[in-house]
């Protein structure tokens, strides 16, 4: 099984590339298939030279093999829904062989591999296995094969693949059933797919693909047999986070606002996710079930009555308190920590925790970025070029004294992302923080 990101410059190892796109030389045919692994679209079609190859490939699925023309090789992947082309590409095939386009990423911006899938089968009682990492938004993987459902920690073991972006090359092992668990790379805590049991049948060649999920960070997987099917394995995991901008019960100092008194602790599904933080704070994200969630709040140790949030698979969240110490609020945010799907640029929003229903505005290099954005709310992320030499960040708040807050030199990184927030009283505000919200920080 060879492979070719198209559109996207990966760093693949042990795994031998396909030239570049162009149609082939002498003319000859060969088979190909269409995977969908776009969460973005229900269902896709294949085209090959205006031949409709597969139809109403569904999310994790694929089609049976056509036969194509090695010299007419102009592809189109298209929306089900509509006809409507979703990309193109004109890959080099081989006569008499056997491929897989597999369509990934997001709906403006897919991509394809294609897998050439020739690989030699190994010996009864082994298997072959790759990780193809097409999450770009999860950044490099590490891949553990340990014993079928097993829950323990993974400090103690050793991954099979290490820092991929693209592909690991083949990895034989025994057949059976095993735990298979991606994690951020060199970080066994940091567990972005859990596999409990996924059988590894003698004597085959399987690829475990990565795919983005809405939030960016946890991937769903799906397990492709060489020139057989597929098993589709959607993450179960959500991640949380508390951003404690509770107005302070003091009185401000030299007209800055104090954080004292406004001590949150929080737990999700009895994770801790804040201990006695002061205002204010942004916590971590951690990673938690998915579906109906109970969550704790405290405030100065008293607890606060909340409603229980249900958190989307895939999905990452700001579970935001604010308001006062004497009506505190607490709003389930969702939060979108893909990366820019173009290169050199920034994502940037806006969150407003202030106490009182004030819309708060942000300007970036004198540009407006977000507009009356109101408390418990955040503004939908722009795309910024980035800048070395720093940015100029104001915030307004027109029941603030002064109404806008002016921070220099900013740097909002390229390829990230990042929020700015406004938290605590809607008259004396706490300083406007600058979290870059896809850093997973280091075990």
Request: include cysteine.
């Amino acid at each position: 099984m060879r492979f070719k990101p198209w559109a996207l410059g990966l760093t693949l190892a042990g795994a031998a590339l396909l030239s570049a796109c162009g149609g082939g030389g002498s003319s000859s045919n060969t088979n190909v298939r269409l995977l969908n692994a776009s969460v973005s679209y229900s269902a896709l079609d294949l085209s090959v030279d205006s031949k409709n190859i597969n139809a109403k490939v569904a999310y994790g699925g694929v089609g049976a093999y056509g036969s194509v023309d090695t010299g007419a090789t102009a592809s189109q992947v298209l929306d089900s829904s509509n006809g409507s082309a979703v990309v193109s590409l004109t890959p080099t095939l081989a006569g008499s062989s056997n491929y897989t386009i597999i369509a990934y990423g997001w709906a403006g911006a897919v991509r394809t591999t294609l897998l050439q899938e020739t690989e030699p089968n190994p010996d009864a009682n082994k298997a072959k296995l790759l990780l193809l990492n097409l999450a770009a938004d999860a950044g490099a993987l590490d891949l553990y094969v340990t014993a079928a459902n097993g829950a323990g920690p993974l400090t103690s073991s050793t991954p099979i693949a290490t820092n991929i972006i693209g592909g690991s090359g083949y990895n034989l092992l025994n057949s059976g059933a095993f735990r298979l668990t991606l994690t951020g790379t060199g970080k066994p805590n940091d567990i972005r797919l859990d596999l409990p049991s996924v059988t590894l049948d003698s004597a085959t060649v399987q690829t475990l693909i990565a795919t983005s999920t809405t939030g960016g960070k946890l991937v769903n997987g799906i397990v492709l047999k060489q020139q057989g099917s597929t098993t589709n394995y959607l993450t179960s995991s959500a991640r949380a986070r508390v951003v404690n901008g509770v107005a302070s019960a003091s009185a401000p100092v030299n007209g800055v606002a104090s954080s004292a008194g406004t001590s949150v602790s929080a737990t999700l599904n009895s994770q801790p996710l804040l201990t006695q933080s002061l205002a204010p704070v942004v916590g971590q994200y951690v990673t938690t079930k998915a579906g109906a969630s109970t969550l704790a709040v405290t405030l100065n140790g008293v607890p606060v009555t909340v409603a229980a949030p249900t958190l989307t698979a895939g999905g990452d969240y700001t579970l935001l308190v604010s308001g006062t110490v004497a009506a505190p609020v607490v709003s389930v945010i969702s939060d979108d920590n893909r990366l820019p799907s173009t290169a050199g640029y920034t994502k940037v929003r806006l969150m407003n925790g202030v106490s009182t229903a004030a819309g708060a505005s942000m300007q970036v290099d004198f540009a407006s970025v977000a507009s009356n954005v109101l408390p418990g709310i955040a503004s939908t992320p722009q795309l910024l070029t980035s800048l070395a030499t720093g940015s100029r960040v104001n915030v307004a708040l027109p029941t603030a004294n002064p109404p806008l807050q002016t921070l220099t030199g900013v740097n909002f990184t390229a390829n990230a992302v990042f929020t700015v927030f406004v938290l605590g009283d809607s008259v004396v505000p706490y300083t406007v923080q600058i979290n870059r919200d896809d850093l997973v920080p280091a075990q």
